[in-house]
């Protein structure tokens, strides 16, 4: 059984390869209206959500990030020939005053499947952390406007693929209907 919806969910791939070409502003914020409409625990709605898409701060950003944790650190995949948004020309960074991998993560799918949904690709990325849950990311605070109190959870990368990669593999036998005996 297949519709848009769960065709974009099981076409999905971490994509770490993109074109260069830039999102226009339509699907930014399309992307993050669909980050601000995932559920959360009692509408709590605690993501600050800001999506950077200039090359620059985006370079910055990868040149703080090794400068924390150190050139020859096996940081994320491909570590080696990507930076750390992946080479993708927009990467979104989810906050929220309490740590909050719960809510912050649904926002994080939303943008991940709706990107799909729209023929993009998207990474999430946990490792740019390093960085932005340290004392050197409250510089990034104030440049993307977040309160200070405020916690990285997690960032999404998106862009045009300029990779297929294959499925990783699943584990059916976790994913099973009860029967009744
Ligand atoms: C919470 C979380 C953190 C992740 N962090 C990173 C990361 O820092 N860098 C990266 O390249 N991929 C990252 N990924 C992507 C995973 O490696 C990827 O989802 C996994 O290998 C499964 O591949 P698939 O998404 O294509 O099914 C992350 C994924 C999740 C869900």
């Not at 004392?135 to 977040?146: A, L, R, S």
């Amino acid at each position: 059984m297949t519709n848009p919806v769960v065709e974009a969910i099981l076409k999905r791939r971490t994509i770490r390869e993109y074109k260069d070409t830039p999102l226009s502003r339509e699907i930014l914020q399309t992307l993050l209206d669909c980050a601000m409409w995932a559920p959360s625990g009692r509408n709590s709605q605690p993501c600050h959500v800001r999506v950077i898409k200039d090359k620059s701060l985006l370079k910055e950003l990868d040149t703080d990030f090794w400068n924390k944790v150190g050139r020859g650190t096996p940081a994320y995949t491909k570590c080696d020939v990507n930076p750390v948004y992946q080479g993708a020309p927009s990467l979104f960074l989810i906050y929220t005053p309490t740590e909050d991998p719960m809510n912050s993560g649904l926002a994080a799918e939303n943008i991940a499947i709706a990107a799909e949904g729209l023929g993009l690709g998207s990474c999430i990325i946990a490792s740019v952390g390093s960085l932005l849950k340290a004392e050197e990311g409250e510089k990034w605070k104030k440049i993307i406007d977040i309160p200070e109190d405020f916690k990285f959870q997690i960032a999404v990368a998106v862009g045009e693929k300029a990779e297929d990669p294959a499925p990783k593999e699943r584990h059916p036998e976790n994913f099973r209907i009860v029967e009744a005996e």
